[in-house]
């Protein structure tokens, strides 16, 4: 007996409704070459910045120029190898905000522990210094621009300022300054924050 038209109507539709079905269930893969969605040009790593904060106002952040860098120095005993000198330095600024900032830190003694990240008091002290000190090195201290002025600390001036170094690799560096420190112009005190992310330039671990 063959099938009326009504049978073959009902068939047609059943096999249409799993052709849908099945297609709907079918994942849709990304052309080559696509991230699925990501946004074109993402960068897959952080660009230099540099933030400068003078009495609460703030100039930045924005980007730091190429010639922006840091230094990390230890020094060995050439007999044990202990560390008998850490030292810290960092020059940044930024053209479009019209900043730029020094940072300058050591710690010395046989066997002292040598910089990384953490955070660290200045206190300029002759003995050897506690885990969280750090004095300016010698002749360069903290410093902070903006384009309504500048203030910079020295030697024991430097006391009662904070370095924290947030993230650090043989690459690059990030982290902040921190202190109470006089205008270059007068006696005039500003509360200064200097935030930095910059390549490590120099890394002698």
């Not at 068939?11 to 799993?18: A, C, D, E, F, V």
């Not at 960068?43 to 910045?49: L, R």
């Not at 006089?182 to 005190?189: E, F, K, V």
């Amino acid at each position: 007996m063959r099938p009326s038209l009504t049978m073959k109507t009902a068939s047609l539709r059943r096999l249409t409704l799993l052709l849908l079905t099945a297609s709907s269930c079918t994942p849709v893969t990304p052309p080559a070459g696509s991230d699925g969605g990501a946004r074109d040009g993402a960068p897959t790593s952080a660009a230099p910045m540099l933030e400068v904060i003078v009495n609460g106002v703030h100039y930045g952040p924005s980007p730091a120029t190429a010639s922006s860098g840091a230094r990390l120095v230890n020094t060995h005993d050439p007999q044990t190898g202990q560390v008998t000198s850490s030292a810290f330095s960092l020059t940044a600024s930024s053209a479009e905000a019209g900043t730029s900032c020094g940072v300058s830190a050591q710690r010395s003694g046989l066997g002292v522990m040598p910089l990384g990240q953490g955070t660290y008091s200045f206190a300029v002290q002759s003995v050897r210094p506690n885990l969280n000190t750090v004095s300016p090195i010698d002749g360069e201290g903290e410093s902070a621009t903006v384009p309504q002025g500048s203030w910079r600390c020295t030697d024991a001036g430097c006391n009662g300022s904070s370095l924290a170094i947030t993230r650090m690799d043989p690459s690059e560096v990030e982290g902040y300054i921190t202190g109470t420190w006089p205008a270059a112009s007068s006696s005039a005190l500003a509360q200064v924050v200097c935030s930095f992310r910059v390549p490590l330039t120099t890394y002698v671990p």
